[in-house]
């Protein structure tokens, strides 16, 4: 059973406004969690991260919530740009290993 | 820097074939990883080396072996290929075990393309 899921396979967003890609997790003793951004042809790179004891996390245009009480972590993107488009992995930590969900393609439109 | 890089880039073999992916990194990390993306499942980790000298098991390491050879290099090795085994493959390599720190994270490489006919 998957332990960290993202539900929507694809997003479509109109350039400059927000993208919101979701991830649900179900094991409580994950202490951190990741976002990864990945183009086709290339591996994973990192993007931004929580720690299991904030709530929020901001980068630039990239802001990660975490609702520990939900299980639920969320990325929003805010201008979305048309570089943006790509495959977006939530993960989670275990010990030593990450966790990954199936990902989520973002299309940012022009 | 050239960060992680993998060879070979694709590869196609036939059932029962063995081969060796090969992964190296040139920032001095302790721990790398081993990962299979398929469809629908996201990355799943194979093994794991957190040290030189060592390797652990992931969610999905039957039908492969590792070797960490010396610190840049970790090897991923298919003794008998299956069809199932048809993936994109990642390495990565991190700082600390892990790579989940604040600081800290784990940076991939470009991939293998596999497909066992």
């Known amino acids: 059973d998957q332990q960290v899921k993202q539900n929507s396979p694809s997003l479509s967003v109109q350039e400059g406004r927000i993208s919101i890609l979701n991830c649900d997790y179900t094991n409580s003793m994950f202490d951190y969690f990741l976002w990864y951004k990945k183009y086709p042809a290339e591996g994973p790179t990192f993007l931004i991260s929580?720690?299991?004891?904030?709530d929020k996390n901001e980068d630039g245009r990239f802001t990660v919530f975490l609702n520990k009480s939900a299980k639920h972590l969320s990325l929003h993107i805010v201008p979305s740009q048309p570089g943006d488009s790509a495959v977006y992995f939530c993960?989670?930590?275990?010990?030593?290993?990450?966790?990954f969900g199936a990902g989520t393609i973002l299309r940012v439109k022009s | 820097n050239a960060g992680v890089t993998q060879t070979p880039k694709f590869q196609v073999l036939k059932t029962g074939q063995s081969m060796t992916l090969q992964c190296a990194q040139d920032?001095?990390?302790?721990?790398m990883y081993w990962y299979r993306q398929d469809p629908g499942m996201g990355l799943r980790l194979i093994y794991y080396?957190?040290?030189?000298?060592?390797?652990d098991k992931g969610e999905v390491p039957n039908g492969y072996n590792v070797s960490r050879l010396n610190k840049r290099e970790f090897s991923l090795r298919l003794e008998s290929a299956a069809p199932s085994q048809t993936s994109v493959y990642f390495c990565a390599s991190s700082q600390l075990a892990g790579g989940t720190s604040t600081l800290d994270t784990q940076y991939f490489g470009p991939g293998t393309r596999l497909t066992v006919l």
């Open positions: 929580i720690s299991s004891i904030k």
């Open positions: 920032m001095n990390h302790n721990s």
């Open positions: 993960a989670a930590s275990e010990g030593n290993k990450l966790v």
């Open positions: 080396s957190a040290s030189e000298g060592t390797t």
